[in-house]
């Protein structure tokens, strides 16, 4: 995966036995099965915290295990991708994504759940970058616009799939069922990309960038554990504060090296590149609003609204019925009015979706939240699919390896980020507000109230008509963490839309 240009092997005449729509179903089917994976636990987070005794720490680590993984390690292995062709490489990443969440299935403990979450996200850092790579690689120029924003729209909606097949599972099974499905899900991904894409890769790659790989992988994984335990422990404690100087000297020391090396990773160099720096910002700031948004979101449907798992993803469809279609007139909105018009309306409206649903409180109700939920899935549509083509676009046919990883490097670590960021303000706040007599609980109750909502709810339950005041007190600090969460990541969101607006380029970058 290197940054100079290169003659693909594969071109874009070898598109597989079913031709471009043949490899744009079986990539979009492997792009699904990853995506959901980091969204679909998220309907299972109520039980989880009850079964398996989870803390709110605990669940956000479950959530962000399989995330911090596949953003570390997406860089490399599509590198390796890039070397050893990209359909073999996904291949085998689907064979131990699915053997992974097969030994999901039968955790125990959280710490071994968050384990196999990690090594799910391993396998998924093999699927993803040979997704939207053999698709910018096999496509012809003049159909690869539309490959990319059809890929764009199902890498969001493939979460709110992914969330409606937990839903119905939850239904009838147990959360097991989820990793037991994706597995099932994995083998159909590998039979679908070995009958109908094709093999491609780099002609001419060249060493791997060792040290580029070790200090982006160290850099992204510390960030997240600063995130989280910095909550949980305090942000004055010597280990939150010593993993937030390993991030940046991490980051210093890959741009250093980076810009001495011949072939780098990922070549800081390209973030001078107008176009590619704009869409890597927004298609990181937009995955970390939407999964942190899924992190919270969903258990304001399952607590507040005392939504199933099957209506609460139900509840979230508008959010894809606005991103497909608005995914696939992008570049039409880009041919006409412009890159930057399309990149900064479209954090706007995520931005002013997700405050909006920041004034909710306990008696909203759905339809306040449902009016912010399609305005973000408006916001969604546009901003991804223009960031993603910022990005493939700003580099030539021979380095859309490069190109595919980095967006899916930048996508990998705002879901990562956002869960930690909006997980950590919510659980801080959440404890902060909850009602003095949770204290006066017997010592177990009260830590449980302590750990998380779902499982302050339980035990309001088993106090019959005696805990009624204390879920009132659960649900109203539920909010308070909820609004706040909400509060801080839509004023990131539209700060990057500020950020287009005066920085992003006019027109769309055209490297081929």
Known sequence: MTTTPHTETAPSVATGRAGTSGVLFAMCLSLVLVVASVSALNLALPDLAIDLSASNSALTWIADAYTVALAALVLPLGAIGDRLGRRNVLVVGTIVFGAASLAASFADSTTTLIAWRAVMGFGAAMIMPGTLSTITAAFPPEQRAKGVATWSGFAAAGAIIGMLAAGALLEQ?????????????????????????????????????????????????????????????????????????????????????????????????????????????????????????FFVGLQYLQLILDYSPLKAAVALIPVALAVLPTSMVTPHLVQRVGMKAVMSVGLFLLAVGLFLISFLDVDSGYLPFLGGL???????????????????????????????????????VGSAVGIALMGSIYGSHYRSSLPDSAAQLPPEAAESVRHSAA???????????????????????????????????????????????LRAPKTPPTAD
């Open 455 to 501: 499982a302050g709810l339980h035990v309001a339950d088993q106090l019959g008509a005696r805990g009624t005041a204390l879920a009132d007190g659960v649900k109203s600090a539920f909010m308070d963490g909820l609004s706040a969460s909400l509060i801080a990541v839509s004023v990131i969101v539209l700060a990057a839309a500020v950020g287009a607006l």
């Open 374 to 412: 399609v305005l973000a899935g408006f916001g969604i549509g546009l901003s991804g699919a223009v960031g993603t083509a910022a990005i493939t676009g700003s580099l030539g046919r021979g380095q859309q390896g490069v190109a595919s990883a980095m967006n899916d490097t930048t996508r990998e």
């Open 173 to 293: 099974f147990s959360w097991r069922s989820i990793f037991v499905a994706s597995a099932a899900v994995a083998l159909a991904a590998a039979l679908a990309a070995v009958l109908l894409a094709p093999n491609t890769k780099d002609a001419h790659p060249h060493r791997p960038d060792v040290a580029g790989a070790v200090t982006t992988a160290l850099a992204i994984g510390t960030l997240v554990y600063a995130i989280i335990e910095g909550n949980e422990r305090g942000w004055a404690e010597p280990v939150v504060i010593g993993a937030f100087v390993v991030t940046a000297v991490s980051f210093a020391v890959y741009a250093y090296l980076g810009l001495r090396t011949e072939h780098p990773l990922l070549d800081p160099a390209l973030f001078g590149i107008r176009g590619f720096r704009a869409g890597a910002i927004t298609v990181l700031v937009q995955f970390m609003a939407v999964f942190g948004f």
